[in-house]
Protein backbone atom coordinates (compact mmCIF):
# COMPACT_ATOMS: atom_id res chain seq x y z
CA UNK A 1 0.00 0.00 0.00
CA UNK A 2 2.71 2.60 0.95
CA UNK A 3 5.19 1.91 -2.56
CA UNK A 4 1.83 2.32 -4.52
CA UNK A 5 1.07 5.37 -2.74
CA UNK A 6 4.02 6.65 -3.43
CA UNK A 7 3.94 5.72 -6.95
CA UNK A 8 0.66 7.73 -7.38
CA UNK A 9 2.36 10.66 -5.17
CA UNK A 10 5.41 10.78 -7.62
CA UNK A 11 3.01 11.00 -10.39
CA UNK A 12 1.10 13.37 -9.28
CA UNK A 13 3.58 16.02 -8.32
CA UNK A 14 5.10 14.94 -11.82
CA UNK A 15 2.46 15.97 -12.98
CA UNK A 16 2.14 19.45 -10.94
CA UNK A 17 5.99 19.88 -12.51
CA UNK A 18 4.67 19.44 -15.82
CA UNK A 19 1.98 21.90 -15.41
CA UNK A 20 4.70 24.59 -14.01
CA UNK A 21 7.13 24.24 -16.44
CA UNK A 22 3.74 24.89 -19.44
CA UNK A 23 2.78 28.00 -17.16
CA UNK A 24 5.94 28.78 -17.34
CA UNK A 25 6.91 28.62 -21.05
CA UNK A 26 3.23 29.98 -21.32
CA UNK A 27 4.19 32.94 -19.38
CA UNK A 28 7.67 33.56 -20.99
CA UNK A 29 5.92 33.43 -24.62
CA UNK A 30 3.64 35.76 -23.68
CA UNK A 31 6.46 38.20 -21.89
CA UNK A 32 8.59 37.92 -24.95
CA UNK A 33 5.32 38.83 -27.56
CA UNK A 34 4.79 41.68 -25.37
CA UNK A 35 8.50 42.71 -25.41
CA UNK A 36 8.58 42.57 -29.23
CA UNK A 37 5.09 44.62 -29.53
CA UNK A 38 6.69 46.97 -27.06
CA UNK A 39 10.12 47.52 -29.05
CA UNK A 40 8.19 47.80 -32.10
CA UNK A 41 5.73 50.32 -30.96
CA UNK A 42 8.60 52.12 -29.48
CA UNK A 43 10.70 52.30 -32.91
CA UNK A 44 7.69 53.75 -34.71
CA UNK A 45 7.15 56.59 -32.01
CA UNK A 46 10.76 57.36 -31.84
CA UNK A 47 11.07 57.27 -35.38
CA UNK A 48 13.36 60.30 -36.89
CA UNK A 49 11.65 62.29 -40.01
CA UNK A 50 14.18 62.95 -43.08
CA UNK A 51 14.10 66.57 -44.63
CA UNK A 52 14.51 66.16 -48.47
CA UNK A 53 16.09 68.58 -49.49
CA UNK A 54 16.49 69.95 -53.38
CA UNK A 55 18.15 72.99 -55.01
CA UNK A 56 17.82 74.78 -58.29
CA UNK A 57 20.66 76.20 -59.69
CA UNK A 58 20.35 79.18 -62.36
CA UNK A 59 21.82 78.40 -65.61
CA UNK A 60 24.62 80.17 -66.70
CA UNK A 61 23.96 83.31 -69.52
CA UNK A 62 24.56 82.66 -72.87
CA UNK A 63 24.27 83.07 -76.41
CA UNK A 64 25.52 81.03 -79.01
CA UNK A 65 24.52 80.41 -83.00
CA UNK A 66 22.56 77.49 -83.66
CA UNK A 67 20.91 75.60 -86.11
CA UNK A 68 16.93 75.07 -87.57
CA UNK A 69 16.96 72.07 -83.92
CA UNK A 70 18.96 74.24 -81.72
CA UNK A 71 22.22 72.36 -81.88
CA UNK A 72 25.30 74.60 -81.26
CA UNK A 73 26.93 75.28 -84.66
CA UNK A 74 30.67 74.28 -83.34
CA UNK A 75 32.55 76.55 -86.08
CA UNK A 76 29.74 79.26 -87.54
CA UNK A 77 30.25 81.18 -90.85
CA UNK A 78 28.85 84.12 -92.55
CA UNK A 79 29.61 84.27 -96.12
CA UNK A 80 29.27 87.05 -98.71
CA UNK A 81 28.83 86.70 -101.92
CA UNK A 82 31.70 86.12 -104.63
CA UNK A 83 32.61 89.27 -105.67
CA UNK A 84 34.13 90.57 -109.00
CA UNK A 85 37.43 92.66 -109.59
CA UNK A 86 36.26 96.39 -110.09
CA UNK A 87 37.90 99.33 -109.60
CA UNK A 88 35.34 101.46 -107.46
CA UNK A 89 34.55 101.25 -103.91
CA UNK A 90 31.19 99.15 -103.53
CA UNK A 91 28.96 97.72 -100.45
CA UNK A 92 28.29 94.27 -100.45
CA UNK A 93 25.30 92.74 -97.67
CA UNK A 94 24.47 89.47 -96.65
CA UNK A 95 22.83 88.03 -93.38
CA UNK A 96 24.04 87.24 -89.92
CA UNK A 97 21.31 85.91 -88.43
CA UNK A 98 19.30 83.29 -90.85
CA UNK A 99 17.05 80.51 -90.20
CA UNK A 100 19.55 77.62 -90.86
CA UNK A 101 22.32 79.69 -88.39
CA UNK A 102 20.27 81.52 -85.67
CA UNK A 103 21.29 83.16 -82.68
CA UNK A 104 19.94 81.57 -79.61
CA UNK A 105 20.23 83.77 -76.36
CA UNK A 106 19.31 81.82 -72.86
CA UNK A 107 18.82 83.94 -69.61
CA UNK A 108 17.29 80.97 -67.19
CA UNK A 109 17.22 82.91 -63.97
CA UNK A 110 21.05 84.41 -64.22
CA UNK A 111 20.14 87.87 -65.31
CA UNK A 112 17.87 89.55 -63.17
CA UNK A 113 18.19 93.37 -64.08
CA UNK A 114 18.41 92.08 -68.07
CA UNK A 115 20.85 91.50 -70.48
CA UNK A 116 23.23 93.01 -73.62
CA UNK A 117 24.37 90.58 -76.70
CA UNK A 118 27.04 92.33 -78.74
CA UNK A 119 29.27 91.66 -81.78
CA UNK A 120 32.91 93.08 -82.22
CA UNK A 121 36.42 91.89 -83.49
CA UNK A 122 39.31 90.94 -80.94
CA UNK A 123 40.34 94.19 -81.18
CA UNK A 124 39.78 97.48 -83.05
CA UNK A 125 43.23 96.69 -85.22
CA UNK A 126 41.86 93.81 -86.93
CA UNK A 127 41.53 93.67 -90.03
CA UNK A 128 39.94 91.53 -93.08
CA UNK A 129 43.02 89.48 -94.71
CA UNK A 130 43.94 87.15 -97.06
CA UNK A 131 47.16 86.52 -96.79
CA UNK A 132 49.17 89.76 -96.98
CA UNK A 133 46.55 91.56 -98.80
CA UNK A 134 44.26 93.22 -96.51
CA UNK A 135 41.37 96.07 -95.65
CA UNK A 136 39.96 97.26 -93.19
CA UNK A 137 35.42 96.98 -90.96
CA UNK A 138 35.93 99.80 -88.75
CA UNK A 139 37.18 103.09 -90.77
CA UNK A 140 33.47 105.84 -92.04
CA UNK A 141 35.82 108.13 -94.01
CA UNK A 142 34.16 108.73 -97.25
CA UNK A 143 31.26 106.13 -96.27
CA UNK A 144 34.28 103.77 -96.01
CA UNK A 145 35.96 104.41 -99.13
CA UNK A 146 38.63 106.47 -97.59
CA UNK A 147 41.48 105.89 -95.26
CA UNK A 148 41.32 108.14 -92.33
CA UNK A 149 43.10 109.20 -89.16
CA UNK A 150 43.10 105.73 -87.72
CA UNK A 151 46.35 103.73 -86.46
CA UNK A 152 46.45 101.75 -89.98
CA UNK A 153 46.30 102.99 -93.83
CA UNK A 154 43.04 100.62 -95.01
CA UNK A 155 39.52 101.85 -95.54
CA UNK A 156 36.48 100.77 -95.46
CA UNK A 157 33.50 99.62 -92.75
CA UNK A 158 31.31 97.15 -91.76
CA UNK A 159 27.51 97.90 -90.40
CA UNK A 160 25.12 95.63 -88.22
CA UNK A 161 21.56 96.16 -89.07
CA UNK A 162 17.96 95.01 -89.29
CA UNK A 163 14.43 95.89 -91.12
CA UNK A 164 12.78 93.91 -89.21
CA UNK A 165 14.36 91.63 -86.73
CA UNK A 166 12.53 88.37 -85.17
CA UNK A 167 12.86 87.94 -81.77
CA UNK A 168 10.94 84.68 -80.72
CA UNK A 169 11.00 82.30 -77.86
CA UNK A 170 11.65 79.08 -77.84
CA UNK A 171 11.57 76.50 -74.72
CA UNK A 172 8.87 79.27 -73.41
CA UNK A 173 6.41 80.00 -75.77
CA UNK A 174 4.09 81.67 -73.96
CA UNK A 175 7.07 83.85 -72.10
CA UNK A 176 6.98 87.67 -72.67
CA UNK A 177 9.42 89.58 -75.38
CA UNK A 178 8.39 92.69 -73.82
CA UNK A 179 11.23 95.11 -72.46
CA UNK A 180 13.81 93.47 -75.09
CA UNK A 181 14.99 95.93 -78.22
CA UNK A 182 17.42 94.52 -81.02
CA UNK A 183 19.33 96.08 -83.67
CA UNK A 184 17.98 98.69 -85.69
CA UNK A 185 21.47 99.98 -87.60
CA UNK A 186 25.08 100.18 -85.94
CA UNK A 187 28.39 101.16 -88.05
CA UNK A 188 31.52 99.97 -86.79
CA UNK A 189 33.76 103.53 -86.06
CA UNK A 190 37.07 102.90 -84.69
CA UNK A 191 37.57 106.96 -84.59
CA UNK A 192 34.51 107.31 -82.53
CA UNK A 193 35.74 104.38 -80.50
CA UNK A 194 32.52 102.13 -81.59
CA UNK A 195 34.31 98.75 -81.67
CA UNK A 196 31.10 97.08 -80.03
CA UNK A 197 27.83 96.82 -81.57
CA UNK A 198 24.67 95.94 -79.44
CA UNK A 199 22.83 93.67 -81.22
CA UNK A 200 19.98 92.93 -78.70
CA UNK A 201 19.52 94.61 -74.97
CA UNK A 202 17.07 93.26 -72.70
CA UNK A 203 16.17 95.92 -69.29
CA UNK A 204 15.31 94.98 -66.15
CA UNK A 205 11.81 94.72 -66.63
CA UNK A 206 12.58 91.51 -68.90
CA UNK A 207 11.33 88.15 -68.25
CA UNK A 208 13.93 86.35 -66.16
CA UNK A 209 13.44 82.96 -67.12
CA UNK A 210 13.52 82.63 -70.92
CA UNK A 211 15.48 81.77 -73.92
CA UNK A 212 14.72 83.91 -77.24
CA UNK A 213 16.19 83.47 -80.91
CA UNK A 214 17.26 86.60 -82.75
CA UNK A 215 16.99 86.30 -86.80
CA UNK A 216 16.96 88.26 -89.68
CA UNK A 217 19.94 90.88 -89.00
CA UNK A 218 22.41 91.44 -91.54
CA UNK A 219 26.15 93.13 -92.49
CA UNK A 220 26.94 95.10 -94.91
CA UNK A 221 30.68 95.66 -95.95
CA UNK A 222 31.96 98.51 -97.55
CA UNK A 223 34.75 96.92 -100.43
CA UNK A 224 37.50 98.70 -101.58
CA UNK A 225 38.02 99.69 -105.01
CA UNK A 226 40.61 97.88 -106.68
CA UNK A 227 41.02 95.09 -103.95
CA UNK A 228 43.14 92.37 -104.93
CA UNK A 229 41.21 89.03 -106.18
CA UNK A 230 43.45 86.78 -104.04
CA UNK A 231 40.49 84.60 -102.89
CA UNK A 232 38.74 84.25 -99.56
CA UNK A 233 38.81 87.26 -96.89
CA UNK A 234 38.57 86.58 -93.37
CA UNK A 235 38.06 88.59 -90.23
CA UNK A 236 36.66 86.96 -87.01
CA UNK A 237 33.80 88.66 -84.81
CA UNK A 238 33.15 87.63 -81.28
CA UNK A 239 29.24 87.06 -80.41
CA UNK A 240 29.08 87.85 -76.52
CA UNK A 241 26.63 88.42 -73.33
CA UNK A 242 26.55 90.39 -70.68
CA UNK A 243 24.39 90.81 -67.26
CA UNK A 244 23.68 94.26 -67.29
Avoid at 16 to 21: F, K, M, S, V
Avoid at 62 to 74: F, R, W
Wanted: charged share 20%.
Amino acid sequence: MLEKYNHKNHSFLHSLERHADIHRLSFFCVLSSLFALLLAFGSVRGATSSNFTMSILPQPLAVNIVDQDYNPIEEPQVDFTELPYVQECREITTQLATDEQQIYIRNLDAADGGWTVTISADNPASLWSSGDYKFDFNDTTDNGCTDGIDDDIFAWSMQIYSNSGVLSPWLCPSCSIDFVDFITSWIFDEENWINTVTIAHATTNSDNRWDWRLSNIFVRQTVPASQPAVGEYEIPLLLSITAN
